[in-house]
Nanobody
């Protein structure tokens, strides 16, 4: 199983980025897929997830209304559209997959990809 996250970069406050997570070895339709992030000196934080069962979504309060999670079954890829970015969104973003994944509970995810760095700065 591999999860390859990409799409990070440097963006100005108020800007947008779209992160992608290409999955191989599993189907994004049958696993709960999530995005986590970790900023320097801070604990890992669950950002968003999309459930395999019914496609229901979870968002951390800090990103509600600004971030949108989605998946493309044909491409077997997960996305995170990030709008109105703030400096506090700066972090390494990771995608994770779990057969019984539960929202922001990191221990419920079995597979993790390498992160992609998002820097929000003027």
């Amino acid at each position: 199983v591999q999860l390859q996250a990409y799409g990070g970069g440097l963006v100005q406050p108020g800007g947008s980025l779209r992160l992608s997570c290409a999955a191989s070895g599993i189907s994004v339709d049958y696993y709960t897929i999530a995005w986590f992030r970790q900023a320097p000196g801070r604990e890992r934080e669950g950002v968003s997830s999309i459930a395999s069962s019914d496609g229901s979504t979870y968002y951390a309060d800090s990103v509600k209304g600004r971030f949108t999670i989605s998946r493309d079954s044909a491409m077997n890829t997960l996305y995170l559209q990030m709008n109105s970015l703030k400096p506090e969104d700066t972090a390494v973003y990771y995608c994770a997959a779990g057969l019984y994944g539960l929202e922001s509970l990191a221990d419920s995810y079995n597979y993790w990809g390498h992160g992609t760095l998002v820097t929000v700065s003027s």
